[in-house]
């Protein structure tokens, strides 16, 4: 998932605010307790959430993919006073981690957990979004921006993770391999559609943004 050489990435962090001491506790926490950590956004990729949350100051977010919250902490680093961030994920075993956590960070009044399918939680969830980071299952990632384009408000922005797969974008791709599949078809989706301005942002496993025209 890191294509930059690690001298240059270790670089890269030191030169970038450091983690707070609960997203670097959180994210020891995930790297003991927790199975697949690459899943984590880490510090640099947090940083770069922080920071479009920080610039655009936004009042509702929607993260499609909770994991351990500390892509949450980040994005909520930015709310507005009144802001809300709704985070869903399907994995109840995480909740009271993630509530603790969220707990740490002062955050328990602005962010708020949905545990369940995304596909089926989303239109339930009647908001106009200033941001939405998607961070899920592959397969889904054309569905959920087909269920949250419109709620997205003009100015607003959509960052969806590992659009680039851990580089197989740019190889053959094997017939049975449905999440790659998946990410091609969600990249070609974002690419052609008119009412965004986008750009694939190498960072870490690949950033998509999509700001809405």
């Not at 100051?57 to 909520?76: D, F, Q, V």
């Not at 580089?167 to 017939?175: D, F, H, R």
């Not at 870490?204 to 943004?209: K, N, P, Q, V, Y």
Request: net charge negative; hydrophobic share 45%; aromatic share 8%.
């Amino acid at each position: 998932m890191d294509f930059l050489p690690l001298a240059i990435a270790t670089y890269a962090e030191a030169y970038s605010t450091p983690e707070s001491a609960v997203l670097h506790a959180l994210n020891r926490r995930t790297h003991l307790q927790v199975t697949k950590p690459r899943m984590l956004s880490g510090h640099l990729q947090g940083n770069v959430l922080a920071t479009f949350s920080l610039m655009m100051r936004p009042r509702r977010i929607l993260e499609i993919g909770t994991y351990t919250a500390y892509s949450a902490i980040c994005l909520a680093q930015g709310l507005t006073e009144d802001g809300i961030l709704h985070s869903i994920d399907n994995n109840e075993e995480l909740l009271a981690m993630n509530q603790a956590s969220i707990e740490e960070a002062k955050l328990g009044h602005k962010i708020q957990l949905h545990i369940g399918q995304a596909a089926n939680i989303i239109p339930t969830l009647v908001e106009s979004w200033d941001m939405v980071f998607i961070d899920a299952d592959k397969t889904n990632y054309s569905l959920y921006f087909d269920l949250i384009i419109d709620k997205l408000r003009p100015g607003g922005l959509l960052i969806a993770d590992n659009v680039l797969w851990s580089g197989k974008v740019t190889e053959p791709l094997a017939a049975s391999d449905k999440d790659t599949a998946a990410i091609l078809a969600f990249n070609e989706k974002v690419q052609t559609d008119s009412r965004v301005f986008n750009t694939l942002l190498p960072v870490r496993d690949g950033l998509m943004l999509a700001y809405k025209l």
